[in-house]
């Protein structure tokens, strides 16, 4: 049965999810990406949506005005998340998010944030973006719309917005970074023995 | 035809061609995606290729940007030095860009450097990239268009290496790229190798490379045990879908060379993603074309 999310998300929703589970979202999705990070963190900006128990995408979508003055969702994908790691361990804190939705790992520093506040990193397959805007419902709002088409805060309404694959859980696992220490304990053989067939110059 | 007319009716082709290749992936990347999904057993790489199949059927049906970064729009040219609008192509597309960002919709993507304003019409200083290769005594030209997205440009890397250092600090090279930076370029990748003299000419050899089909074959023999050796190996790494792990890394490895100076070895790193947007047309004297990279394509 599909583990389905709803915002506003609570601490206990999250405990028992552990790293390479799968979960949907339905509820509010805010995209929010690296200009929208640096305006709150670094310029101490406030942010023009409540974030409390909510969910963000690190997503540029496309979107496309219709003739009734309404937003229409044409295509959002997750953007690398590993962008925003500068700035998301104290975003988690100040906004009380609960779920990232992104591409890709993050780093030690959003893990940190993810124990000390009961939040998760969750990963939507990057390129799927018609696949994740048939699950966008209607497009609520859009704030800082002078950042430009991606990095416009779009608040989405969503309905079972997935595969979303747990990265970084409650207790501060993190799959990525798991998953990359087995990718580079294997590299070096597999060079030695490449490397044995390549010398060309002799 | 006049042209003006010819003008206008190659613009029209190119606008629609590049729009066209944001939704649908050519064939050879279709093929490669499905022999992948099939061979794979990893329980979350099967659930991301099953969205992967899902995307593009819904792209298909729904006329959309199956991934919504379009890219940074790129032009690679094989102009023949007769082409009748040799002097012209340039301006076609800028307008055929123009064009498809409107009608795509394709994302706004082009900032402007310094001024640091995104111009909202995919055109800029230099924008679209335009790269030409000249071909003596013929009157057609053959286009690649390419979506370069920011996720899978990401990794590109290029370096020049000591002789000492052989095709053995290659295949170093391209593990390092691959392993640090390649799991957030959407794996499976379709990699490209440059090696070449210097860095700028082995950066541009490896965007060349991944240009070429997924499957093909370098005209060297030792090229291409090189492309074999590399694809394996990367697959044995088993970064999966997304970097989920699983059985393969890499749609194929693709090795594009020159020439080099005897003290230096250039090699550089270029990634496409598994949404590999790229398309080949070739466009006659008389402005009639084919579609080589897709089955399907209609004005």
Known sequence: MKKILQ??????????????????????LVTCRDVAHRRLIELGRELPVDLKGGAIFHAGPIVRKK????YEMVSIGPTTSMRMEKFEKEFIK???????VGKGGMGIETQEGCVENKAVHAIFPGGCAVLAATKVEKIEAAEWTDLGMPETLWVNRVKEFGPLII?????GKNLIEENKAVFNAKKKPILERINQQVRFIS | MNKEAAVADLTHV????????????????TEKLGELRSKEVNFLAKEVYESMRQNQEAADKLDRPSCQDTGVIQYFLNAGANFPLLGELEGILINATLGATRDGPLRHNAVETFVEKNTGTNTGSNIPWLDWEIVPNDDSVTIDVYMAGGGCTLPGAAKVLMPGQGYEGVAEFVFDVITSRGVNACP??????GVSTSAETAARLSKKAILRP?????????????????ADGLNELGLGPQGLTGNASVMGVNIESSARHPSTIGVAVSTGCWAHRRGKIKIHADMSYEVISHQGFQL
């Open chain 1, 7 to 28: 915002t506003p998300i609570k601490d206990e929703d999250l405990e028992s999810l552990n790293i390479g589970d799968v979960v949907y979202l339905t509820g509010t």
């Open chain 1, 67 to 70: 003739d009734d003055g309404e």
């Open chain 1, 94 to 100: 100040q906004t009380g998010v609960k779920l990232i």
């Open chain 1, 167 to 171: 990265s970084i859980d409650t207790k």
């Open chain 2, 14 to 29: 190119m606008s629609k061609f590049t729009s066209y290749i944001g939704k649908r992936l050519p064939t050879d990347v």
């Open chain 2, 188 to 193: 499976p990748l379709l990699v490209g190798v």
């Open chain 2, 214 to 230: 997924v499957t093909s074959r370098h005209s060297n023999d030792n090229a291409a045990l090189m492309e074999e050796l590399l």
